[in-house]
C-alpha cells in the first residue's frame, strides 16, 4: 500500500497568510495527487486533481504541484473560511489517503 | 446536477452484514467513464477507500478489505450499494459513496468530484 504523509499535522495562520502543506509517497505516484477539504460535519470536497488542475468553483488562491513522491498544496491569501482540515489522496495504485493537515485561522 | 444520497442502517450488530445504498439522482450511473464508489472514515481518523464499481458493472476493491466487501450496481433503481459481512467494532465510522470521474487516464488519477452526505454508522451489540 502506498503511505501518504503529510506536514505538519497542524498549522496555524492569520487571514491574508500564504499557507503551504505538504504530501509524501511513500513510492512515486507520479502526477495522480489530489487535495479535498474538509470541514467539521461535512463531506469531504475536491480542491485539485491531477496534481495542479483546480477543480470547478474552486478559487484560484487554491494552488497544487509537485511529481514522484513530494507534492505541495498553496493556499496564496487565507481567507476564514478556510479553516478545515486537508487530506491529499492518490490514486496511482488503488486510493490511499494522507493523516491530514489541520489548518486554522485566527 | 448529479447528486448522491447514502441510505442503510445506523446500528449493526457484531459478526452481523451491513449493507448500504448509494442512490444516484440527476444523472446516468450506466454510462460515461466513471467509478461508482465507497468510503469510510472511523471518528477523528483520515479517509479510507473500500472500493468502486465501474460503470459497466466491474468492481475493484481495497486489498485489506476484499475478502469481506461486495459493491454492486442496480442500474434499474439509479443506485450502487455496498456489502460488508462479518463487521465488528472497528468498521464504525461515516460511509460516503462518492463518483471518480476519469481524467487523462480511467487506470490512474482522476477526480472524486461528488460526495453523499455520509451516514454515520456504529457496530455495537
Known amino acids: 500500500e502506498i503511505v501518504m504523509t503529510q506536514s505538519p499535522a497542524t498549522l496555524s495562520l492569520s487571514p491574508g497568510d500564504r499557507a503551504t502543506l505538504s504530501c509524501r509517497a511513500s513510492?512515486?505516484?507520479?502526477?495522480?495527487v489530489a487535495w479535498l477539504q474538509q470541514k467539521p460535519g461535512q463531506a469531504p470536497r475536491i480542491l485539485i486533481y491531477?496534481?495542479?488542475i483546480r477543480a470547478t468553483g474552486i478559487p484560484a488562491r487554491f494552488s497544487g504541484s509537485g511529481s514522484g513522491t513530494d507534492f505541495t498544496l498553496t493556499i496564496s491569501s487565507l481567507e476564514p473560511e478556510d479553516s478545515a482540515v486537508y487530506y491529499c489522496?492518490?490514486?496511482?495504485?488503488?486510493?490511499?489517503f494522507g493523516q491530514g493537515t489541520r489548518l486554522d485561522i485566527k | 446536477q448529479v447528486q448522491l444520497q447514502e441510505s442503510g442502517p445506523q446500528l449493526v450488530k457484531p459478526s452481523e452484514t451491513l449493507s448500504l445504498t448509494c442512490t444516484v439522482s440527476?444523472?446516468?450511473?450506466?454510462?460515461?467513464?466513471?467509478?461508482w464508489t465507497w468510503f469510510r472514515q472511523p471518528p477523528g481518523k483520515t479517509l479510507e477507500w473500500i472500493g468502486y464499481?465501474?460503470?459497466?458493472?466491474?468492481?475493484y476493491y481495497n486489498p485489506s478489505l476484499e475478502s469481506r466487501v461486495t459493491i454492486s450496481l442496480d442500474t434499474s433503481e439509479s443506485q450502487f450499494s455496498l456489502q460488508l459481512y462479518s463487521v465488528t467494532a472497528v468498521d464504525t465510522a461515516v460511509y460516503y459513496c462518492?463518483?471518480?470521474?476519469?481524467?487523462?487516464?480511467?487506470?490512474?488519477?482522476?477526480?472524486?468530484?461528488?460526495w453523499g452526505q455520509g451516514t454515520r454508522l456504529t457496530v455495537s451489540s
Open positions: 462518492s463518483r471518480l470521474r476519469c481524467s487523462s487516464s480511467c487506470s490512474r488519477g482522476g477526480i472524486f468530484d461528488i
Open positions: 440527476g444523472g446516468s450511473i450506466s454510462s460515461g467513464a466513471y467509478f
Open positions: 464499481i465501474y460503470s459497466d458493472g466491474s468492481p
Open positions: 513510492e512515486s505516484v507520479g502526477s495522480y
Open positions: 489522496q492518490q490514486r496511482s495504485t488503488g486510493v490511499t
Open positions: 491531477d496534481t495542479s
